[in-house]
């Protein structure tokens, strides 16, 4: 854009779309991609909704590994590309980044070089010159692009570029970051990428809003921002700077608080803290046949030869599918075939051998399985494991959606209060050894 983003409501939307067309065509867009790379199974940042954290440079492994368990953060940001990269990435290799993806760790690639004509600090700046500036956002994202090829980042993956805070007020500066955006997100798509932008909410993000409420439509804007905005609320609004209308339905991250020193597990890292609402966002999850426990929101003990239509065939099922019984589960009496294989799972789990389905005994049969690692965020059926387990555990019902919101966020720490775990707010191997002793 020629003009300044002040001037830019004054002026016509055809007028608007007219220049920055012909820019598009003078800066080369049609260059050709470069040779395409394998898919990777690397959540860039894929479907979700929770926290997450970047740091100066990626973490050691064992950092990585502690605050995986024991921190709410899900995804990590990292500095893959770039100029002015402030730290040295000893630790980024295409191994450790496949590392964390098994993990369950959702990346946030960043590139960082250039910066506006106007920034203040030291870092390589982009040229004043529009057509120059967009050839520069160009080359940007071809080289973020290798990186993130080389570092196993595949396609449909979003790179997200780091514009620093600058003064929009200044037209000349302004315009030439809006072209180099512009350059960085065309190019992306070419490649088969999708784009991010990372700014300071008065700055950068100040200026996509802007060119929205003008209307103007011939621009590649980024699919995602990242918004700098310390106000300390993890959320995704940046009102005044950004109206809720637009990058709406999981478009935003918000880097809510920075520089901050944060320990958990015993490991300390300076870091900031973000909240991602991204792709599909976390949702609930519909849970395939469960032993008919989403009907269930309070478990009763069952004595032997008690009839519980509510409860005995659910019993019955959960110990066929852990390979204590067999035979039909539809009889709504806790009958002898029953008692005998609730006296073999309770045997196994160190549980007295009664018969009896007390609550210590639900505890464990609801929780019985594999120990993941879930936080805010994460969805599914070991989700739905957990919080049928928990309402067990806790006496009181806690919501079987499949999705680790605030309410299983709650319900896991006061679980882990009652057994005196450490007080995170995470559900881990420790926690669901707990519940598989059926500790309550």
Request: hydrophobic share 35%; aromatic share 8%; with cysteine.
């Amino acid at each position: 854009m020629s003009m300044h983003l002040a001037r830019i409501r004054h002026a016509s939307r055809r007028g608007l779309t007219a220049v920055v067309a012909s820019l598009a065509l003078a800066a080369g867009l049609l260059a050709p991609a470069l040779a395409a790379s394998p898919a990777h199974a690397v959540a860039a940042p894929g479907n979700f909704t929770g926290f997450g954290f970047d740091a100066c440079t990626a973490p050691t492994q064992a950092q990585m590994d502690a605050w995986w368990v024991s921190s709410p953060f899900a995804a990590v940001g990292v500095y893959i590309s770039g100029s002015s990269r402030a730290c040295a990435q000893p630790e980024l290799t295409r191994a450790w980044v496949s590392t964390q993806a098994k993990r369950g760790w959702r990346l946030m690639p960043l590139h960082v070089g250039m910066q506006a004509p106007c920034y203040t600090g030291n870092k390589q700046k982009m040229s004043t010159n529009p057509t120059t500036a967009r050839a520069q956002g160009i080359a940007a994202a071809n080289e973020s692009v290798a990186a993130a090829r080389a570092l196993g980042i595949g396609k449909k993956r979003v790179l997200y570029l780091d514009i620093e805070a600058y003064p929009i007020s200044n037209a000349t500066c302004d315009n030439a970051v809006l072209r180099f955006q512009d350059g960085w997100t065309a190019r992306l798509k070419q490649h088969g990428y999708k784009s991010g932008l990372y700014s300071s909410a008065s700055a950068a993000i100040a200026s996509m809003n802007a060119l929205k409420e003008a209307g103007v439509r011939n621009y590649h804007y980024p699919h995602h921002l990242w918004i700098g905005w310390y106000n300390g609320k993890p959320n995704t609004k940046a009102e005044p700077y950004l109206d809720d209308a637009y990058w709406a339905n999981h478009k935003r991250i918000h880097q809510y608080v920075g520089n901050t020193l944060a320990r958990y597990n015993g490991v300390t890292i300076n870091i900031d803290r973000n909240f991602l609402d991204v792709g599909k966002g976390s949702n609930p999850t519909k849970p395939k046949a469960q032993c008919g426990t989403h009907k269930i929101s309070k478990y009763r003990t069952v004595k032997p030869g008690q009839r519980r239509p509510d409860l005995a065939p659910a019993v019955k099922c959960l110990l066929r599918q852990r390979g204590y019984f067999k035979g039909s589960t539809k009889s709504k009496v806790h009958n002898a075939k029953a008692q005998r294989a609730t006296k073999r799972f309770q045997k196994a789990h160190g549980i007295k051998q009664s018969g009896t389905v007390t609550r210590r005994t639900w505890v464990a049969l609801l929780s019985d399985g594999s120990k993941p690692v879930l936080k805010r965020g994460s969805t599914g059926k070991y989700v739905y494991r957990l919080q049928r387990s928990l309402t067990a555990a806790l006496g009181r019902s806690v919501p079987r959606t499949g999705l680790f919101d605030t309410t299983t966020e709650k319900a896991v720490q006061a679980y882990r209060k009652k057994v005196k775990l450490p007080g995170w707010r995470t559900a881990e191997p420790n926690l669901w050894a707990s519940l598989q002793a059926g500790r309550r």
